[in-house]
């Protein structure tokens, strides 16, 4: 295996490439008790329309998600509870572009990865598991649909985007699962579970190599082909300006959000996040004076934060939280930002942010999940996560200026609200 | 009288945390280190390479009563505002950026029937600090600051400093209701635990939160500091020594006189006849909570059977009530160990309120009359070992586990709790779960349901 030393953060990783084509990433972490493993296929919630042996197949909105709950079914019985046994600690999740299981655990670390590994590879459904499961799932998204936060975040997505895939909620719909059966499931397991569209990322205790030899193992010998997506063709308007709905809430909540030019796959995608992370931070991050003054004024308290999120094909930055007068925070962020694009930024109070940032990201660090959920986002989209030091070191107070001269602008702008019910 | 009067000898006490891997790594050893630095403030020391950062935390730990819980809420957000030496947020804001990004947040908490409220402080390790500049002194004074040299004008704090904060506390109470899950788990408790400390909230109440003034937060403020409880905590890679002469210099001001004992926690009254409650709101979803009282106070069985019964994603109500009956899409079951209280919190159609209460009721016998495969008990157990030995990876597991530990007057480390379980046989887990009886049942439905 290949090891990478990272002088500037204090760590390491060791690396192969399977023949399979799978990737294998191992990042050492000896002082700690525990050891945490993170499989993942870049398959996602946005994935719903795709090329398999020269046909274009559209999928229900949701089946990623499906499939992540069902794979944790097995011939004996559940992977759930085998590891649970072990006294591990598993879980998965699924976001828009890919789907990540992991455990946790302090004990038989190597028994646990083999059976993780072994349950994500093997599907097994049936089709009564598969109709029993629509009841879990309708519960789940039930209860999402519940959560204000959850409402407010699709419906900005929805207003945000007009063909992009990423503006599909990741669970579905009640109705779209209804039409999710074992065939599809075994169909797109088929697709997108092959070991080189998977990166398996360890951060622990265990040994590298062994590491490598349990995947070669359990794993299938064969890799499968690309698969085309189709994401949609994305113009750069926004779908719609504003959008509001009434839930039971105390108090009014809402999220401005901003289309953001997308980024190219490889060093770009890793400069970009960081560069949309620091104009958050520089334009209305906790010490940014806009802030500042908005809590000051008791228009915004401290449920109000930001964030830069990229998926394949489209990018945004929002902010947001409770607030008794969402439309002025909003209109303020946007002043703020003209202001700034119009009289620069200041040298001092950039170089404050930096700082800060930097720290920020090192402290990420102390998190095996993030660190190994970075390590993955960057495989998929072809750059080396743990490099983040030198591509913060790239970046420019004109590179910000000119991010968010481009990126915040009113006509890149929409406004979704949740309002309590009268 | 000032603090540094009452320095005394740091009592040490060694422990090991160790895991032997497949690959026989073993884990850092840990020296943990507890002093006490003056009259009721004692500073526990966990000294580790392994992180990114230091954390260092400051808090005070009062009794939990219903007309108290705003007020003392409302303190650590007002005082985080400003301090003299950084008078608003701006001025503190940069000061934390400039220690490269170092974070304070102020902290609220509820440990049995104690309130602990205070500063949570967290930056980069000296490693990677830039330069070789030192980030713990700065930080510790700071903490210091917040604590012993708030900012204030004619003898109280800033006016618009409370108000602001006392709406942003009313919000944040009015905000519970926000999480359905999280309101009816509160609302669970405050019915089981009506007349006792346990069912209020950590924020308190909307009704208090209202009559807060400055003058009166002002005056109780310096009650607080004086004769309350303080634990200091930290973690990273400094030496000990070096830790305590920083908090030393940080509190030298802090006045320590009448110092109060921890509060004691009184286990909950079990009632005669189950106490029913149903409230309906406009959700989709219904949430039903059911809260149990312990006969026995055997912790170790009382934490296992616990776990078997709903504390772990291999748990009855898990694998029973969720996987098996898709009855609800969540279920979990809590064990309050001060209390000598479990609770359930589940997330149902509204139409399967009764099946999933049955449900949920015959876990719990199966549970007490040992109807169970050998694997629930290694499993229970294997995940409890992993909890435990988990907690010094996380410097935040850590220091919320040692606060609870001093708040509630324990002093078992992680492994020696871990040992305890380790200890205890099938038998003595049956019979203390035996002891476990319904005792209130809170519904949340939604309002076109039938009932």
């Known amino acids: 295996m290949k090891e990478t030393f990272y002088e500037r953060i204090g760590e390491s990783a060791y690396r192969e490439t399977l023949p399979n084509g799978l990737m294998v990433c191992v990042i050492p972490k000896p002082d700690y008790a525990n050891s945490y493993a993170f499989f993942a296929t870049r398959y996602g919630g946005m994935d719903v329309r795709f090329q398999q042996n020269g046909r274009w197949l559209d999928t229900p909105a949701g089946i990623a998600h499906y499939l992540e709950h069902k794979m944790f079914d097995t011939k004996e019985g559940n992977a759930l509870q085998e590891l649970a046994k072990n006294g591990a600690e598993p879980n998965a999740f699924t976001s828009n572009a890919m789907t990540g299981y992991y455990f946790d655990s302090t004990e038989h670390f190597e028994d646990n990865l083999k059976i993780l590994l072994s349950f994500v590879s093997v599907p097994y459904f049936t089709q009564e598991s598969v109709a029993k499961e629509q009841g879990i799932i309708g519960q789940e998204i039930r209860m999402i649909e519940d959560n204000p936060d959850w409402q407010i975040y699709t419906r900005m997505m929805h207003a945000l985007y007009q063909k992009n895939t990423g503006r599909i909620s990741v669970a579905g719909s009640i109705d779209s699962i209804k039409e999710i059966t074992a065939q599809t499931l075994y169909d797109c397991h088929k697709a997108f579970y092959t070991p080189s569209n998977m990166i398996l990322t360890v951060v622990g205790g265990a040994d590298p190599v062994h590491v490598a030899d349990l995947a070669r193992s359990v794993l299938p010998r064969e890799g499968g082909p690309k698969i085309p997506r189709d994401y949609g063709e994305e113009p750069e308007e926004i779908a719609q300006k504003e959008t509001a709905a009434e839930m039971e809430v105390s108090m009014p909540q809402f999220l401005t959000g901003y289309k953001c030019v997308p980024a190219q796959d490889g060093e770009d995608y890793l400069r970009r996040s960081i560069l949309g992370d620091l104009a958050c931070d520089l334009l209305l991050g906790e010490s940014s004076p806009l802030y500042l003054r908005l809590y000051s004024q008791g228009l915004i308290n401290g449920t109000f934060g930001s964030a830069y999120e990229m998926m394949p094909g489209i990018a945004c930055l929002y902010a947001g939280g409770d607030s008794k007068n969402s439309r002025a925070v909003a209109e303020e962020i946007q002043k703020e930002a003209d202001r700034i694009a119009r009289e620069g930024i200041d040298e001092e109070y950039y170089q404050r942010i930096r700082r800060a940032a930097f720290g920020e990201m090192l402290r990420d660090l102390n998190s095996f999940e993030n660190i190994a959920v970075s390590v993955t986002e960057g495989y998929f989209h072809g750059f080396d996560a743990l490099c983040f030091p030198q591509a913060f070191d790239s970046i420019q107070k004109d590179d910000v200026l000119g991010f968010l001269r481009e990126n915040i602008t009113r006509e890149r702008a929409v406004l979704s609200e949740i309002l309590p019910r009268k | ?451």
């Not at chain 2, 099938?426 to 009932?451: C, H, I, N, P």
């Open chain 2, 1 to 451: 009288m000032p603090f540094f009067c009452y320095l005394q000898e740091i009592q040490k006490r060694w422990y090991t945390v160790s895991c032997d891997f497949y690959t026989g790594v073993r884990s850092e050893k840990v020296e943990e280190m507890r002093a006490k630095l003056a009259d009721g403030v004692y500073l526990t020391c966990l000294p580790a390479r392994k992180f990114k950062t230091s954390l260092l935390s400051a808090q005070f730990v009062v009794p939990l009563r219903a007309d108290h819980a705003a007020v003392h809420a409302l303190r650590p957000a007002v005082r985080r505002r400003g301090t003299v030496r950084f008078p608003d947020l701006s001025a503190l804001s940069a000061e934390l950026d400039r220690l490269y990004g170092a974070q304070i947040d102020y902290t609220v908490r509820k440990k049995a029937e104690s309130h602990c409220i205070g500063f949570v402080a967290s930056f980069i390790d000296d490693a990677f600090v830039p330069g070789g500049e030192k980030l713990l002194e700065p930080a510790a004074s700071l903490l210091g600051e917040l604590i012993c040299s708030p900012v204030t004008r004619n003898g109280r704090f800033l006016p618009e400093y409370v108000e602001g904060e006392r709406v942003n506390l009313i919000d944040a109470i009015r905000g519970i209701l926000n999480d359905k899950r999280d309101y009816a788990e509160l609302r669970l408790l405050q019915e089981m635990c009506s007349g006792e400390p346990y069912g209020v909230s950590r924020f308190g109440d909307e009704k208090s939160a209202e009559k807060v003034s400055p003058q009166r937060l002002y005056a109780g403020y310096a009650e607080l500091i004086s004769t309350a409880r303080l634990e200091l905590f930290y973690s990273g890679s400094a030496a000990p020594e070096r830790v305590r002469q920083a908090l030393l210099d940080a509190f030298s001001t802090l006045p320590r006189e009448g110092v109060r004992p921890v509060p004691e926690t009184l286990p909950h009254a079990a009632r005669a006849e189950v106490k029913c409650v149903a409230e309906s709101m406009d959700v989709t979803q219904g949430k039903l909570g059911m809260g149990f009282s312990c006969g026995s106070d055997d912790f170790p069985a009382l934490l296992l059977g616990n776990t078997i019964f709903g504390g772990s994603s291999n748990s009855r109500l898990f694998l029973n009530v969720r996987e098996k009956l898709s009855l609800c899409y969540y279920a979990s079951s809590v064990y309050h160990r001060q209390k000598g209280m479990i609770t359930v919190s589940s997330g149902i159609e509204f139409e399967n309120y009764q099946k999933a209460c049955d449900e949920i009721l015959r876990q719990l016998g199966a549970v007490q009359k040992g109807k169970l495969d050998e694997w629930e008990f290694t499993g229970a157990r294997s995940t409890l070992r992993n909890a435990y030995a988990s907690i010094g990876d996380s410097q935040a597991k850590l220091e919320n586990f040692y606060l609870g530990q001093a708040a509630t007057g324990q002093e078992e480390s992680p492994e020696e709790m871990a040992a305890e379980m380790e200890a205890t046989d099938e038998k003595r887990v049956f019979e203390a779960m035996e002891t476990v009886a319904l005792d209130t049942v809170y519904f949340l439905k939604g309002k076109e349901s039938g009932e």
